[in-house]
């Protein structure tokens, strides 16, 4: 899973990308000092994984990722080129999901884009951005496709009258995200990397203990209406935060009540926006998560692991985590018949820790 980073100038994405990743990239006081995107890749916490790895006194353990891209400072007019606005829109094409950061605290001595504090004014900027570059890359699409159009074969007329809906509710200020269309249509929608057809997490970045403050409040009622998620964290404490020992910090968050870090936050609203669950496998030799799609049947969840287990599937031996943890081990949990057989129809949950049967 990849995350872009995205917001204007000075809002604390880098900040946040710091404390996310512990990466200590520059994080300065004025607009455009993130030029090339910064990457980083962060292993998923999951106590789960902890849990099992130590059940099973496992040799190695293994968590699964997820890739923040920290994007430069987008501005009015990026999709015209200002700021090196088309240079930066493009990094954002390659991600899964957008986190917006957007600024919800008041700070003279933070140099701002705008004279004063406004986050849906903020959030507006950066989504008619994102809209007048979509309006351009699908203007030159609808061109090939008429082009395409006269050698006579009537699928490009129906991918036309796609795209051509598609431009008429962009140049309404209409997000693709919040467009409606079929399943098949959906399919088309996917292969054009429209930047505005991606899942969006604000995270409204607060003073500490700004948490409650009116900044905020309007972001939830907003991405309520959007469809999107939202986390409250203050970046600065974050960045703080993130550059303690482990003990230290847990003793730090207890002194100030925080019980989540930012990144926990930040990866289950990533996992619901996408749909996304974890199953696991455990054993001597590696305890490790394994991320997927809701929905995903057995096999396909096998193929995950490894090709051949897709192809030779025979069966998964399944049992849910909290009633392994309760048997106190995988041959307990059999005997007591709390190991199923399931077949290739059946859809993984999370949190399923999963033995899988295959014959190559």
């Not at 100038?9 to 990466?23: D, E, H, M, R, Y």
């Not at 950061?101 to 140099?111: A, E, G």
């Not at 203050?234 to 019980?259: H, K, N, S, V, W």
């Not at 041959?331 to 993984?348: L, P, T």
């Amino acid at each position: 899973m990849k995350l872009g980073v995205v917001g204007l100038p000075n809002v604390g994405k880098s900040t946040l990308f710091n404390a996310l990743t512990n990466a200590k990239i520059m994080a300065a006081n004025y607009p455009f000092c993130t030029i090339e995107p910064n990457v980083g890749v962060v292993r998923v916490p999951d106590v789960r994984v902890d849990t099992l790895s130590k059940l099973y006194n496992s040799k190695s353990t293994v968590y699964t990722t997820i890739e923040f891209v920290d994007i430069a400072g987008l501005v009015r007019g990026a999709s015209k080129g200002e700021g090196l606005g088309n240079k930066f829109l493009s990094h954002i094409r390659e991600v899964d999901a957008i986190v917006h950061v957007v600024r919800c605290f008041d700070d003279p001595n933070i140099t701002n884009t705008e004279d004063t504090v406004d986050p849906l004014r903020d959030i507006d900027t950066i989504n008619m951005e994102l809209i007048f570059s979509d309006i351009d890359v699908l203007g030159r699409r609808i061109d090939r496709t008429k082009t395409a159009m006269k050698g006579g074969d009537k699928k490009y007329a129906v991918e036309l009258a796609l795209q051509e809906r598609i431009m008429a509710g962009l140049e309404q200020g209409v997000l693709v995200k919040n467009m409606e269309f079929s399943d098949e249509e959906q399919e088309l929608v996917k292969d054009y990397f429209l930047l505005t057809s991606k899942k969006v997490i604000f995270c409204a970045n607060v003073s500490e203990g700004g948490e409650e403050c009116e900044y905020v409040k309007r972001v939830q009622e907003f991405a309520r209406k959007d469809g999107s998620e939202v986390i409250v964290l203050c970046a600065r404490l974050e960045e703080e935060l993130a550059g303690l020992e482990e003990d230290e910090r847990q003793m730090f968050m207890e002194e100030l009540g925080i019980t989540e870090s930012g990144l926990s936050k930040l990866v289950a609203k990533s996992y619901s926006l996408l749909g996304l669950i974890s199953f696991l496998t455990a054993g001597e030799k590696e305890t490790r998560a394994w991320t997927i799609e809701k929905g995903t049947k057995a096999p396909q969840a096998a193929g995950k692991i490894h090709s051949d287990f897709e192809k030779g599937f025979i069966r998964a031996e399944v049992v849910d985590y909290d009633t392994l943890i309760a048997c106190g081990s995988y041959n307990a949990a059999k005997e007591k018949g709390k190991v199923r057989s399931e077949g290739k129809d059946y859809v993984f949950k999370d949190g399923d820790v999963v033995i899988f049967r295959f014959n190559v």
